[in-house]
């Protein structure tokens, strides 16, 4: 495909799909500025990476065309033909089967409603083969986030369940803080034991996006991390413990989603519909840079468990497939 078969096609099947027209002028107009250019000096920028340095190319539109003079059809298209006459209904549905179970979860041990048997009974009643139970860490004290001491407590306590509940399987978890300097919130010896380590930021939400970068790959790169959880930390619906809207923190998505491809961290597709977490430009982004991901209910009590499907549509929509969410599989991954 040529390169500039590509970009028009590309708007073409934004247009049909009637997204936003900021993106399919984006396109069109990286087509319009390449139409006259030969194919060598496309390739000698593609080379040196500076299709960017044209007017009107950004990396998204750089990347279609440096994978078409590859003799690639560019990853944008790919999804944009993949989900090109789907019924999105049905594709969430059948992500949603797809699903085994849930890496996010709380209880009445940090801000939850309801004890760790209530909302494995739960899980299992809607046909989950298991639920990781995520508790908060110590820093975030308004959300009574465990102690080392209670954390350790939790898993003796998980443990004495799971003969009572198997083969549904209470898998140890926690969603641990990202301290401003990268860093978890809790200790390493004890990350090392559980099932499942969802890194979260929860503080300092405003701070300079290239701190945030730096801190939110730090945490990516530690080798306890299986899932960064609601990246942007946006609020989109009012009410609720959350108060009222929060926008979202400013980063360098390509870099944070680079690390997690990198790092084998899974994006967390947050489900909750006040989060709504990653927004649909930066879920297709790391769907674009490779990353895999996780579709969690960020349940705080036994019915918000069901939660999941407002993940799964927006995952269909954005042209996740099955293959691509580690909780349609086994976990921990091999």
């Not at 306890?224 to 108060?243: E, F, P, Q, S, Y």
């Not at 009590?301 to 069901?306: E, F, K, N, R």
């Amino acid at each position: 495909m040529e390169p500039l078969d590509a970009l028009r096609q590309i708007a073409f099947l934004l247009e049909r799909a009637g997204e936003p027209t900021y993106r399919v002028r984006a396109f069109r107009g990286a087509a319009k500025v390449i139409e006259d250019l030969p194919r060598e000096e496309l390739e000698e920028r593609a080379l040196a990476e500076t299709l960017t340095e044209l007017p009107g190319v950004g990396k998204v539109t750089a990347l279609a065309i440096t994978e078409a003079l590859a003799g690639q059809t560019p990853t944008y298209l790919r999804r944009l033909e993949a989900t090109s006459g789907t019924d999105l209904s049905e594709a969430a549905d059948s992500l949603r089967r797809a699903l085994k179970g849930d890496l996010h979860s709380h209880t009445t041990w940090s801000d939850g409603g309801s004890p760790i048997e209530e909302m494995a009974e739960a899980a299992r009643a809607i046909g989950h083969s298991y639920l990781t139970i995520t508790d908060h860490s110590p820093r975030l004290t308004v959300a009574r986030g465990l102690s080392a001491e209670r954390l350790t407590e939790q898993i003796e306590v998980i443990e004495g369940l799971r003969e009572r509940f198997a083969p549904f399987q209470i898998r140890t978890g926690i969603e641990v803080d990202i301290l401003a300097d990268g860093s978890l919130d809790q200790d390493p010896a004890l990350l090392a034991r559980l099932d499942c380590v969802v890194a979260s930021v929860h503080s300092s939400l405003k701070m300079d996006a290239g701190e945030m970068t730096r801190r939110m790959v730090t945490a990516v790169a530690n080798p306890h991390v299986d899932v960064l959880g609601h990246c942007t930390g946006r609020i989109v619906k009012a009410g609720g413990k959350r108060g009222g809207l929060r926008a979202e923190s400013s980063f360098d998505a390509e870099i944070v989603f680079e690390a997690c491809r990198r790092f084998d961290v899974a994006v967390e597709i947050n489900s909750r519909p006040d989060r709504l977490d990653p927004p649909k430009r930066l879920l297709r982004l790391a769907y674009e840079m490779g990353c895999v991901f996780a579709i969690d209910s960020d349940a705080h009590a036994p019915g918000q468990l069901d939660w999941l499907m407002y993940g799964c549509e927006r995952a269909a929509l954005c042209g996740v497939e099955p293959e691509r969410v580690v909780n349609t599989g086994i976990w921990p991954r091999s």
